[in-house]
């Protein structure tokens, strides 16, 4: 086996370190780095199953030009042509680029650079607009600069932590834990979890509040007027560290000074309101960590700020266990950030509207010109597109067509496009498919460059695989095509280390403390410095790199005067409201063991079978007022869009709302991109797009039959009205429903399954109860099998997918098989549970009933919820459930 070499995961914010070893076969392995300062030894079920995922199935592995593939230089300079084209056409706000935080530091900053710098225009946005800018609108309003001033150690120093909009447990799973581990340790410690839904985060809680959808501002406001007139304002801090606190207070009293009426907007009990406010002025060390809730909102930025003008009234802030503290979702949004990929910034977090930052960027790259205003951010960009303005894109290791609201307008505006290049790892997604052009991207394991996470730490991601043929980093890419359009002297960078070196000496220019980013400290590294850097986190003092120095210690911020804003903000309705016709609200988001569409995640068997397939949450009072029943198909509908997907009661939700995650595609599902429901409205400062309310109804989606099949082949499934896919251990799984029911079964069924007339076939028919089962073997193992019922309750997929390790099989399975169950019933584990160690329900439900009372007596005998811990609010569940007397 090869040495350690140490990088970071390529999933969420929480920037995980892990250790990478190569087998001697060449086969990954992959561990928790237990020195890395984000997750000391600790991995979630997604890092976990890395080395799953790195094999070259579905890469783009060649330059392709119209769909035929080519080599390097006809491909880049196709795209460098086609751009240059465009600008002498038309100008230089005629192309864009549209970038991703799945990016490295490295890859971001030369993108950024060409776009603002050298082409001129600052249409260059990312994905990231998608999950966190609003927390970035709110910080520079608050503390002029954006900039996180809390770290993960002060979510185990609080003795409260409030979480805002946060499916901690379920997106990011390491800090959850860090989190329940500090509580169980100090008795004292309280969790508040405030969020319509109740989560599996909720297991944790002392206190849920489950608050209307859209509501926070009011609830923030609440709690500034009840702090101040419970005499807890730190009138010295105020006075002497911020301004805006008098107007800020005047109208959070006008509109939410009334404990009752703000209760009543929030559709809150009074009692469980006011226990919150008392313990948020009554405990000194309080972190408020928000996410996605908070942010995916027409009014996202007010909602930060109404967060972040509790801290600064008190004067919770700069010091240790305090603070607002912005949970960032992808693995370096936060990078992106640090050199101004977004559209409405500049670089080393200097702004584009401030004529003497753009003098300095423009010196100290010597480019022939500079953006001298905003870009089009994320979802204006598109729309511009789609009207014609902007004919030309590139669009970089990200899926819009999945990721953005009003998806559907989106692949029209591609469509429409003059000229569409994506670089990406993935052959075949939703946005490829529109591209003119599609250049091969290194893949995580590939890549050598850094990110940054939610806490400001900077570490690197280095590469431990070779890179595959033709294959190479987004920086190259973007240098190539840079110097193809004239621009040899700005990009002619041979490593990514160069990138970073001149990225710091950048942060560093003209900075006399005006700016926290300042990365001085690590200028100079050299590539050997470079490869050995440890993670280290700014604002770095002076004289060293490894010294991080506490965001505003000494009470001064980043407004020219020093001081912070408490910004006066008033509650607001989402932009679309309910109505007869749409009356639920859609809210969309992340399930447990995927990532966005599942690029990669969708990759690993063992993070599929938890949740398979596409489904709406729902309350059942809901759904029975709408005619519609638990593990049927439905229809969701909103103005701009619809799906199909799989109706689930879970008891998470609150009456007259609705949950779809927002992993599924064309590629896996027949009808399921939640983006294309959601609507288009955005938020004035940020540009956030309002994922988490869109006006929705849900109806019967009525079919004929329901099944499902396993197979070691990619199945056709033109003619199923329905159906979603995923990946086992050794077999592909499809869930099916159909409206149209074939005349002869057995012989759709063996031509679907590609059986040869003298195949070994065995098939059951109950035609009077509309039950078809059938199986194909080879050479007495289990090619595939299908399984079909007027009814969706259909057998355990687990034990039959389990069929499929085996060389062959036996006479008891083959007698057993088309029942679906085994001769034994512990021989089958039952749905999963567990991810990290492939433990099922059945599994679970038998420790339970054999004296297993709580979740760390399940993991002691089956290892369930003893690694990443995402599963053990899932284990409480079932031993609470297990307590319940029979009906």
Known sequence: MTAAVRTTCPYCGVGCGVLARLEPDGRPQISADPAHPANQGALCSKGAALGQTLDLEGRLLRPRLHGREVGWDAALTAVADGFRRV??????????FYVSGQLLTEDYYVANKLM???????????????CMSSAVAAHKRAFGADLVPVSYQDLELADLVVLVGSNAAWCHPVLYQRIAQAKQRRAGMRVVVIDPRRTPTC???????????????????????????????????VREHTRGAAQALLVAENTAGDLGVVA?????????????????????RVVSAFSQGVNQSSAGTDKANAIINAHLLLGRIGRPGMGPFSLTGQPNAMGGREVGALANMLAAHMELDNPQHRRLVQ?????????????LKAVELFEAIHRGRVKAVWIMATNPIVSLPNADRAREALRRCELVVHSDCIAQTDTAALAHVSLPAAAWGEKDGSVTNSDRHISRQRAFLPLPPAAQPDWWII???????????GFAFESAAAIFDEHARLSASGNDGERAFNLQPLVGLGAAGYAALPPVQWPLQPAQAAGPERPFAGGRFFHDDGRARLIAVRPRAPRYALDEEYPLVLNTGRIRDQWHSMARSGRAPQLASHLPEPFVDMHPADALCFGLRSGTLVRVATRWGRLVARLRCSGEMRRGAIFVPIHWHDGNASDARVGALVNPAVDPLSGE???????????????SWYGFALSRRALRTHGVSWWARARGEHCLRYELAG???????????RRWLGAQPDADWIDYQDAAAGVYRAALLQHERIESCLFVSHRPDLPSRSWLGALFEQPRIGAHERSNLLSGRPRDPDADGGAAVCACFGVGRNAIEAAIAQGCRDARSIGARLKAGTNCGSCVPELRRLIAESALPAV
């Not at 149209?740 to 069924?749: C, E, T």
Request: net charge neutral.
């Open 203 to 237: 297991e944790l809680a002392d206190l849920h509040l489950p608050l209307r959808a859209g509501s926070d501002v009011m609830l923030f406001n609440g709690l500034l007027a009840w702090l101040e007139r419970a005499g807890l304002a730190d009138h010295g801090f």
């Open 87 to 96: 600008i002498e056409r038309h100008g230089p706000d005629a192309v864009a």
């Open 264 to 284: 009543r907007a929030c559709g809150l009990e009074v009692q469980p309101l006011r226990q919150f406010y008392q313990w948020f002025g009554g405990t000194e």
């Open 363 to 375: 010196q100290f790259w010597q480019s022939p010109r500079l953006a001298d205003r905003p870009g």
């Open 739 to 749: 409206r149209h029911v074939p005349g002869d079964w057995a012989q759709w069924a």
């Open 479 to 489: 240098c190539q095509v840079a110097q193809r359009m004239g621009f040899e002297r």
């Open 116 to 130: 603002k710098g050298f082409i001129g225009s600052a249409n260059i946005d990312t994905n990231s607009r998608l």
């Open 689 to 703: 797009p309002e994922f988490k309310f869109t006006p929705a109804r849900v109806e019967p989606f009525v079919v």
